[in-house]
């Protein structure tokens, strides 16, 4: 069992990190420990998951690995990111799942799933 997934972000980017991980797609932000939060970056939680975003230096974003994150509502938070412009990316190659790519603000690339009524 995982306890948290880690993503690179550019120094001094947690305001962007704040608006994208907590404002658009609702997860909730818990603090860093006293002794990491010099190192910059931010953590959220929310849907089962908690999400770690750490300082890089130079930074360069994951554009292949990635996170497969499971979402209640997958088509509300595609009309969402739509909305925000950011790119969403239908993919019907995982059978059993409906599922989408989109990246981060610092162009990590990040995959939204949810089980198929056959698959529950």
Known sequence: MLHHVQLA???????VSRAFYAGLLGLT????PPALA????CWFKGYGLELHLG???PFAPARKAHPGMLWPDLDGLAERLA????????????P???RFH????????????TPTAQSS
Request: proline fraction near 11%; charged fraction near 25%.
């Open 9 to 15: 972000c550019p120094a001094g980017s947690e305001p």
């Open 96 to 98: 059993g799942y409906r």
């Open 55 to 57: 300082v890089e230096t």
């Open 102 to 113: 989109t990246h981060d603000p610092h162009g990590n690339r990040l995959e939204f799933l």
């Open 83 to 94: 909305a925000a412009g950011h790119e969403v990316t239908w993919s019907d190659e995982l």
């Open 29 to 32: 932000e818990t603090p860093k």
């Open 38 to 41: 010099p190192r910059g970056g």
